[in-house]
């Protein structure tokens, strides 16, 4: 996951190109996401889906 935030992190429409990679995988959860974007110390991010999403 965090592989894949940073490859599109990088891309000009990096939310485009996660969202698309993000539904293929096998066992896409939330909670992965966030996990990971705590991980790369994206700390807005993570608040963010703490403010919108209901574990």
């Known amino acids: 996951m965090i592989e894949l935030i940073s490859i599109c992190s990088d891309d000009s429409s990096p939310t485009m190109i996660l969202l698309?990679?993000?539904?293929?995988?096998?066992e896409a959860k939330i909670s992965r996401v966030r996990s990971a974007l705590h991980t790369l110390q994206e700390e807005e991010s993570v608040k963010l889906i703490d403010e919108r999403f209901i574990y």
Request: aromatic residues 14%; charged residues 30%.
């Open 20 to 26: 698309d990679q993000f539904e293929q995988m096998p």
